[in-house]
């Protein structure tokens, strides 16, 4: 696999590609493709694309470097990043295509001089708080969810830590 800094349009058609895969709604995909387009020229965000050994996408991820919902304690500017929206395609969950992305980004996170890195994943996702789990990302915090019945979990690592 190949993990590359999403940039320009044809960026933009993988990331694309990726989010398709598993989604009906045209609505939501034209807004998504309109809020992408913005988010890979950011200056804030930086949005990582992972393909297969033939150049096919199979997942994205943005890293929020400051701001992400307005706290600094998920993204201040300078040492700690948020990882946002990560997507695997659906065709390919359950293959290590997560965890070879989270292994890269945070390669390359620690190269840009980011030493913590912060995530918000979904309660009942059991078998992504696993793997966060696992690469020693902890729980910080809770907060509600996009719903009144949903629950979103914070966690956070150090990348002075080792992957385990």
């Known amino acids: 696999m190949k993990f590359v800094r999403a940039l320009g349009p044809n960026a933009l058609l993988d990331l694309m590609t990726v989010f398709q895969d598993g989604h009906e709604d045209p609505r939501r995909f034209s ?17 990582y694309l992972v393909y297969d050994d033939v150049g096919v996408p199979l997942a994205y991820v943005h890293l929020v470097l400051n701001g992400a919902d307005a706290n600094p304690a998920l993204a201040n500017g300078w040492d ?51 793997m966060y789990s696992a690469m020693n990302y902890a729980e910080f915090d809770r907060v509600p969810g996009r719903t009144p019945d949903e629950e979103l979990i914070y966690m956070r ?8």
């Open 31 to 47: 807004n998504t493709q309109a809020r992408y387009e913005d988010e890979i020229e950011d200056q804030n965000r930086r949005v």
């Open 157 to 164: 690592k150090k990348l002075s830590q080792s992957f385990t």
């Open 80 to 130: 700690i990043a948020h990882i946002h929206d990560l997507r695997v395609r659906k065709s390919r969950h359950r293959e290590g295509v997560a965890k070879f992305l989270m292994i890269s980004l945070e390669a390359e996170a620690k190269k840009s001089g980011i030493d913590q890195l912060t995530l918000g994943v979904d309660a009942p996702n059991l078998i992504a708080f696993k």
